[in-house]
């Protein structure tokens, strides 16, 4: 069963970080690109950043560039979003996502459950 399982989020205060895990199963990760997305009520559906096969190549929205760091562990089956200084605008369920897409976002594309990140003093 091909699935990913996020986790890391929580509530954060601004400028504070957080470290965002997604563990797949079910598919060798090292043969796909993988990509999070962000979802809230202000924004709707977005793209956040975007990680090559092969680790090699990431792409970050301008939201987040500069910020946010997408790096991937494919021996633990693991893609992680690293996230630094957060803003409150920041808020909001990220989701990992199997495929790879630069500015985009597939909606038949496989997403996990979803971890929710509050930034909030």
């Known amino acids: 069963q091909v699935q990913l399982v996020e986790s890391g989020g929580g509530l954060v205060q601004p400028g504070g970080s957080l470290k965002l895990s997604c563990v797949a199963s079910?598919?060798?990760?090292?043969?796909?690109?993988m990509y999070w997305v962000r979802q809230s009520p202000e924004k709707g559906l977005e793209w956040v950043s975007s990680?090559?096969?092969?680790?090699?190549?990431?792409y970050y929205s301008d939201d987040v560039r500069g910020r946010f760091t997408i790096s991937r562990d494919d021996a633990k089956n693991t893609v992680y979003l690293e996230m630094n200084n957060l803003k409150s605008e920041d808020t909001a369920t990220y989701y990992c996502v199997k495929s790879f897409r630069i500015r985009a976002v597939g909606q038949n594309d496989l997403r996990g459950q979803g971890t929710q990140v509050i930034v909030s003093s």
């Open positions: 990680i090559t096969h092969s680790g090699g190549g990431s």
């Open positions: 079910g598919f060798i990760l090292s043969t796909t690109g």
